[in-house]
């Protein structure tokens, strides 16, 4: 049998396994029945282009996009050193987002103009489907600061039916993260990536994604920050935190109180160990429904100190029935220049 002459629902299954890109290049041209297809019935098409050239960039968005335009469900655009310019160069052909009346997934890459940036999140309202919205490496000059940002974090907390952000906006010499003052009621999963979060800011988090199911972020410890936890959690069941800086034990302890539903929790510790035994309890206490527990954690001992006496006694509190037995959780442990890096191993 020919190609061709396969049924259209098996086609269109191929089709959806490959870029836009790929796809017009591959098949475009070849005959009047695949031309058919692409242009009036094929409706799922998802373009990547990250590395794509100018000259085959222009040919899709002059040639292709005004047929097809309704029917993409997926797009990403990256403004790298190989692609510099690309995301306003598709605003000069599509000025405005409100004609992909189908787009659930938004994907920016290497994007540095805040300008470009707020028409896009701006923009954004337009998607009426919009469900996926992920913003990567994009870093922006040090003489902005938080205000700048405030308006575009309120800006996709207000997007209605959003539910995957992956935000990895940052600003140069500055970490910390703009909270939104909006609330969000779709917004399921939350990535913040490389921007640090205050533990007094951890509040105002839950406040206003009160929908959350799975969250990773970096907390940043300060002394000064009182931490005092307001608003509980139940819908969070996927937690991912790292804190590179010394803090209470008691301080994890009252966030883990909030939030007792987990059931996969990852976190690191880099200035810190928390032994078996506590572990143990806080497990038991405060997250009684964990099936999957990774954890990190390091600590930088003085010259002097017995460094082997402490290894042996971190390994040795992992290694009661509770961690054995009932779990089946199991950890790996190393030094290396006065240092101890303990690690949880993958079942």
Same mark, same amino acid.
């Given at each position: 049998?020919?190609?061709?002459?396969?049924?259209?629902e098996?086609?269109?299954?191929?089709f959806?396994?490959?870029?836009g890109?790929?796809?017009?290049?591959?098949f475009?041209?070849?005959?009047y029945?695949?031309?058919?297809?692409?242009?009036?019935?094929?409706?799922?098409y998802?373009f @990547?282009?990250?590395?794509?050239?100018?000259y085959?960039?222009?040919?899709?968005?002059?040639?292709?996009l005004?047929?097809?335009?309704?029917?993409?469900?997926g797009?990403?655009?990256?403004?790298?050193?190989? #692609?510099?310019g690309? @995301?306003?160069?598709?605003?000069?052909?599509?000025?405005?987002?409100?004609?992909f009346?189908?787009?659930? %997934?938004?994907? @920016?890459?290497? &994007?540095?103009s805040y300008? #470009? &940036?707020?028409?896009?999140v701006?923009?954004?309202?337009?998607?009426?489907?919009?469900?996926?919205?992920?913003f990567?490496?994009c870093s922006y000059?040090y003489?902005?600061?938080?205000?700048?940002?405030?308006?575009?974090?309120?800006m996709?907390?207000?997007?209605?039916?959003l539910?995957h952000?992956n935000?990895?906006?940052?600003i140069q010499?500055?970490?910390?993260? *703009?909270?939104? *003052?909006?609330?969000s #009621?779709?917004?399921?999963?939350?990535n913040?990536y490389?921007?640090?979060?205050?533990?007094?800011?951890?509040n105002?988090?839950f406040?206003?994604?009160?929908?959350l199911k799975?969250? *990773?972020?970096i907390? %940043?410890?300060?002394?000064?920050d009182?931490?005092?936890?307001s608003?509980?959690l139940?819908? &969070?069941?996927?937690l991912?935190i790292?804190?590179?800086s010394?803090?209470?034990?008691?301080?994890?302890?009252?966030f883990?109180?909030?939030?007792?539903n !987990?059931?996969?929790?990852d976190?690191t510790?880099g *200035?810190?160990?928390i032994?078996?035994?506590?572990?143990? +309890?806080?497990?038991?206490?405060?997250?009684?429904?964990?099936?999957?527990?990774? !954890?990190?954690m390091k600590?930088r001992?003085d010259?002097?100190h017995?460094?082997?006496? +402490?290894?042996n006694? !971190?390994?040795?509190?992992?290694?009661?029935?509770?961690? @054995?037995?009932?779990?089946k959780?199991?950890i790996?442990?190393?030094t290396?220049?006065?240092?101890?890096?303990?690690?949880s191993?993958?079942k």
């Open positions: 049998m020919k190609f061709e002459l396969l049924p259209n098996i086609l269109f299954d191929l959806d396994y490959l870029n890109v790929d796809l017009l290049n591959a475009y041209g070849l005959n029945h695949f031309n058919f297809l692409l242009y009036k019935q094929y409706r799922s998802h @990547i282009f990250n590395w794509i050239s100018k085959n960039f222009d040919i899709i968005c002059s040639q292709h005004p047929f097809i335009v309704d029917r993409i469900i797009l990403s655009l990256c403004d790298g050193e190989n #692609t510099p690309q @995301i306003n160069l598709l605003l000069s052909y599509i000025p405005s987002f409100s004609q009346t189908k787009l659930r %997934s938004l994907s @920016i890459f290497h &994007l540095h300008n #470009t &940036l707020m028409k896009i701006d923009e954004c309202h337009h998607l009426n489907h919009l469900i996926y919205l992920n990567y490496f000059a003489h902005y600061n938080p205000s700048h940002f405030q308006s575009v974090v309120n996709i907390w207000n997007l209605p039916k539910t952000c935000d990895d906006i940052s010499r500055w970490n910390f993260l *703009s909270i939104s *003052s909006n609330i #009621t779709s917004l399921k999963y939350l913040l490389n921007n640090q979060l205050k533990w007094n800011q951890i105002k988090l406040k206003y994604t009160p929908h799975c969250l *990773s972020l907390i %940043s410890s300060d002394t000064n009182n931490y005092i936890p608003s509980s139940p819908t &969070l069941i996927d991912k790292s804190i590179y010394t803090l209470d034990t008691s301080r994890i302890i009252s883990l109180q909030n939030t007792p !987990l059931r996969r929790f976190i510790l *200035s810190i160990l032994n078996g035994h506590q572990w143990e +309890q806080i497990i038991c206490n405060y997250l009684p429904k964990l099936k999957v527990f990774q !954890l990190k600590h001992f010259v002097n017995d460094i082997q006496e +402490q290894v006694e !971190l390994v040795n509190s992992f290694r009661s029935s509770f961690w @054995i037995d009932e779990h959780w199991f790996r442990c190393i290396s220049d006065n240092t101890i890096h303990l690690d191993l993958s």
